[in-house]
């Protein structure tokens, strides 16, 4: 007895349109950026990753936009 295992739709057009998205950002940013590294634990890290997994973001973009909300430029 051999085991079938199907396989979603191929995200061809969906990652195209990201790969775009991301050459948007990088050519028309106004300012340099700055790599930050934190450690967090794992159990955070799922979390994080899982959620940002269903909204179908980016785990960069929402830990941005928690740092922006929180460090309002004053």
């Known amino acids: 007895m051999s085991k079938k295992v199907s396989f979603g739709v191929k995200p061809g057009a969906a990652r195209a349109?990201?790969?775009?998205?991301?050459d948007d950002w990088v050519n028309n940013r106004t300012e340099a950026t700055k790599r930050l590294t934190i450690d967090v634990p794992a159990s955070l890290h799922a979390r994080i990753k899982s959620q940002c997994a269903l909204r179908g973001v980016k785990m960069a973009d929402e830990?941005?936009?928690l740092?922006?909300?929180?460090?309002?430029p004053s």
């Open 67 to 72: 740092l922006e909300k929180h460090f309002q």
């Open 17 to 22: 349109d990201d790969a775009a998205k991301a």
């Open 63 to 65: 830990v941005r936009e």
